[in-house]
């Protein structure tokens, strides 16, 4: 199927179909990276700059190696290190950027939006990884791919997430991939941090953490992100390890193939408890190997090209 989006800002735009074929391409890529020479022409004389300005580890050295596998040239910016920080606005720097033949900007900023308000007017294709609260559209593709991947499908599968919801861009569009996918999300954690207004998305709200996870075939922890919170939205650490953390105890009352997934970085033991975290119930790790397949597909589609089928060509 072809895929006809210029930019990936979000996955609320997306449709079930658009998220299959990202999945199917995505696929096919972790085989090529699988195989001795691992680097496919795709993007050949093709630009990827990647414009982080917000901290990042895992989706920017993603980004800058799917690009490399891709054979694309690639750039790291470095916000602390620009004339950002001598009052140079986004737009001028991004249409700097456009004026050096980007074809691709890969944004991370703290700010909702940020990544659509650049598509308004540049020329380069736009992929957001991560605006502010309020999406982090790969980081749902590679969640929906690794819990495809484990258990086979995402149709009728019990999703809980657990932790900060409010302030949580992956919250967002796990939620939006997985309901397109046919999954049932129940969200838990704090009331301050999950408002019912979240059942408008099409999710179960609970604040009672044992009935979140009893049933639960996939548990998806999220840190508490201090950094958006304007104030204190619960006593203290210890109180939300001891109501929400995924302690041993309560790991135990939940199914014995429930899969444990963290989109990192993790706070080890406030939301999980650390043995849990590298234990072989956990696939944290399988979700950043994933998120390299995923970004490739991104990468791939916007391109023009045709998922899954012309990924060896
Ligand atoms: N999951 C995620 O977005 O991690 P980074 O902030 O390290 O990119």
């Not at 790291?76 to 074809?103: C, I, V």
């Amino acid at each position: 199927m072809a895929w006809n989006k210029k930019h990936l800002l979000d996955i609320q735009s997306l449709g079930a179909d658009e998220i299959v074929t990202v999945l199917d391409t995505a696929r096919a890529f972790k085989a090529v990276g699988e195989r001795a020479i691992k680097k496919v022409p795709a993007l050949r004389g093709k630009t990827v700059v990647n414009l982080f300005v917000e901290p990042s580890t895992r989706t920017r050295i993603s980004f800058e190696l799917a690009a490399q596998r891709l054979t694309a040239d690639v750039v790291n910016f470095t916000a602390e290190a620009s004339s950002l920080k001598k009052g140079e606005t986004l737009k001028d720097t991004a249409r700097n950027l456009e004026a050096l033949n980007a074809d691709f900007i890969v944004m991370r900023h703290s700010a909702s939006g940020a990544p659509h308000f650049l598509s308004r007017f540049l020329r380069s294709s736009v992929i957001n990884a991560g605006d502010g609260a309020h999406e982090h559209p790969t980081q749902a593709l590679l969640d929906a791919f690794t819990i495809r991947e484990k258990r086979g499908k995402i149709q009728g599968l019990n999703v809980t997430i657990l932790g900060d919801i409010l302030y949580s861009r992956v919250a967002r569009s796990n939620i939006w991939a997985l309901t397109k996918l046919g999954a049932r999300v129940t969200l838990c954690g704090p009331a301050t941090l999950v408002p019912r207004v979240f059942e408008k998305m099409g999710c179960r709200v609970t604040y009672n953490v044992e009935e979140a996870i009893a049933d639960a075939d996939v548990i998806n922890l999220l840190r508490i992100q201090h950094e958006r919170q304007r104030k204190t939205m619960f006593p203290s650490i210890g109180e939300y390890t001891s109501l929400f953390g995924l302690t041993k105890a309560r790991l135990a009352r939940t199914k014995p193939d429930a899969l444990i997934m963290h989109p990192g970085p993790i706070n080890r033991g406030v939301e999980i408890d650390s043995e849990i975290a590298d234990s072989a119930r956990s696939v944290i790790l399988d979700q950043v190997t994933n998120g390299l397949a995923v970004r490739m597909a991104v990468l791939f589609l916007i391109n023009g090209g045709q998922g899954p089928q012309g990924v060896t060509a």
